[in-house]
């Protein structure tokens, strides 16, 4: 298995990506393909105890900023780490790419470097969020604020096998997002998917409110780009200012801090469940060709997650998959390929 | 001062609504006008030992249910506890109403019975929330699942004033929703806004993620219902799941259930924070009343909240200065009144 690593993405890049490629090798015993600035990468590598065939580093002189503005980047930048790495995976010669940088400039080099699937009309950011007892893929998070009915219902199609395939759910559940569990219930975008995906031939259950995508009511659930990342960033706020609240009281007299200390393992257990390290990156479906993109935040543990990620979407056959999928349905749902 | 309070409305009613009319009674000497099925409540109000004098009963002889549907009853149920109590306040015998029944029955029902603010688009639904060390007011939370960028503006206007007004809050900070900080981010909407709020001469702070809105930058913050509804409900759920989440680990073993009892002071004052009682209900901004929701759970400290916050919206003179300023903006901003 050939699997490219951005090794510029992360904050702290690249220490945290060459870590976690030696790791990943020493793992799965497959290098990983480093992408990024070769004399630095050779340098920090010789810096390390690791064995040499453990990475393959790929020379990319340049790398894509945050302060950088997406498309133009994109199409403007043809040598960041981002861009050699697609093209790898678009010359056949890797299987999948990761990286944890910026998300936008991510989708719009993917966009630009390895196109869409045909028949898709947007590609969705797609993470698995940490829910009751399981985990339920959520798209899009981000890439399409505003989005079209027949989109959301190729998402939930493109989620559904993704479901099916890399995480062996069969018949997954798809949900959609909204602010009422009754039919009926949601903004116009909502009203006019809900029809939509009740004739799609999914295993539709329906509207779904915050609540019960929380309590594990759906393996797949849709929304548009704007309100995913509302809540996708609201959940993420709500636990760290909870965590902190929590912590800040115990804290705020001696008995509790016993008492904290006590039940430390308990929090860190907590904190391990919410930990977006364990899960390691939120594959970009409708992209032709696997690309994951990790937290910007990511360390090693977050890194080595993303190719465990990686390797499920390759070795269970994803790609390929979502391919006949879109082209078995358009017909059916009166959609066209482009 | 005169307050309204729906005998009808919470889940548990007519006990709880009773007990917080006694004891609002008891706090500030008024009496509470109790709306509801005359003889039931007098029935109860003997049970209590409570004065007459404490409450008025004012006969309602229908309840508005949360299976009807709330546009179709607010027009064909004349003699719900709702609509006579809001009546009252029309008529000017009352100063404003409170209810802890079903939010969109409560819209509707005041849509209908007292209008909305000559001038204003679209009332919405605006609790406050905690947020780090202080309260920030949103909206709207529900009432509006698709919204136009000059009603958000009016939420902005009516928001601000409120917030001056009953939170004594000095040219309050007036933030946008948004899935991401930089201006230009956002959907359609939050894009068309946010020049209008730049240009409104209220004080605008710009596009807010989630973890800024938690992080207490803005005093207002608005948003279309949809999203609104989304990052509330998302809120609940995630302190629901966080805060179940660590007691269940807490209790799997015998020290951290040690430690957690020793901390159970400060996960008290988390629940308090976190508490929707302590802040009560959440003002029908753009009625031409005050009417205040609750949330359908509400108990007796939640609904005498509920009665302090209404008290306050009524002493600062709130309906008065909305009226007024939205007067003042109309055609400075080029909107008409209707």
Known sequence: MRIVLDA????????????????????WGDPIMLVGPEALLKQQMQATSAPAEAVTIIHAPDVLEMTDKPAETARGKTDTSMA?????????????????????????????????????KRPAVS???????????????????????????????????????????PNPRVGLLSNGEEAGKGNQLVKET??????????????????????????????????????????ESVARFLLEMVRDEIRSNPISTLGGLLAKSAFARVRQVLDPSEYGAAPLLGIDGLVFIGHGRSDVKALVSAVRVARQAVETGVLEATREAIQGKLGQWGMAAE
Request: proline residues 5%; negative net charge; aromatic residues 8%.
């Open 8 to 27: 510029m993405g992360s904050d702290m890049h690249p220490a945290p990506e060459i870590q976690a490629a030696i790791q990943a090798y020493d793992r």
């Open 84 to 120: 050699v790495g697609m093209d790898l995976v678009k010359q056949g010669q890797a299987d999948a790419f990761i990286t944890a940088g910026n998300t936008g400039g991510a989708m719009a080099t993917a966009l630009f470097r390895l196109g869409r699937i045909r028949g898709v």
């Open 127 to 169: 993470p698995a969020i940490p829910v009751q007892g399981s985990m339920t893929l959520m798209l899009d998070m981000g890439a399409n604020a505003d989005c079209r009915p027949e989109w959301l219902v190729q998402f939930a199609l493109m989620g559904a096998v993704y479901m099916e395939r890399a995480f062996d759910r």
């Open 194 to 235: 809900f029809p939509l995906l009740e004739k799609s031939g999914l295993n539709f259950v329906g509207n779904l409110e915050p609540k019960e995508i929380y309590a594990g009511h759906a393996d797949v659930v849709v929304t548009d780009g704007f309100s995913g990342n509302v809540f996708l960033k609201t959940s």
